[in-house]
C-alpha cells in the first residue's frame, strides 16, 4: 500500500494526537496492530509529549543560568518546581517498564 501511496504515513503531529485519540483511529496508520500494540504507541507517545516539556524547561534553565547574576531568583524558583520532578519520575516509571 505504501508503494502506490495509498497508505498514510504518519508525522509529528499525527504521533501529537495519538496520545489522546481514541485507540480505533491509531488503526487507519496501520490495519495490523495488535490491541496491547496501539495502547503501547499511545503510551510512547505520551512520554515523547512528556519529554519534549522537559526538554523546554531545561533549555529555559540553561539560559537562565548563562544569562548572568541578576537572572538568579527566576533560576531557583524554576529548578524547584516539583512539576518538573513528576515528569522525570514519570519517564524513569515507564521507560523501564516499556520493551521496546
Known amino acids: 500500500m505504501r508503494e502506490c501511496g495509498a497508505a498514510p504515513v504518519p508525522s509529528l503531529p499525527d504521533l501529537a494526537r495519538a ?9 487507519a496508520f496501520n490495519p495490523f496492530l495488535s ?7 499511545q503510551q510512547g507517545a505520551r512520554l515523547w ?6 526538554a523546554g524547561r531545561m533549555g529555559r534553565i540553561r539560559a537562565l543560568a548563562g544569562a548572568g547574576k541578576e ?3 527566576l533560576l531557583v524558583q524554576v529548578s524547584s518546581s516539583t512539576s518538573s520532578h ?3 519520575s514519570a519517564f524513569w516509571s515507564t521507560s523501564m517498564t516499556m520493551e521496546i
Open 35 to 41: 490491541p496491547a500494540s496501539t495502547a503501547r504507541l
Open 71 to 73: 537572572f538568579q531568583p
Open 86 to 88: 513528576a515528569v522525570l
Open 19 to 27: 496520545a489522546f485519540q481514541p485507540a480505533e483511529q491509531l488503526l
Open 49 to 54: 509529549l512528556q519529554l519534549c516539556v522537559l
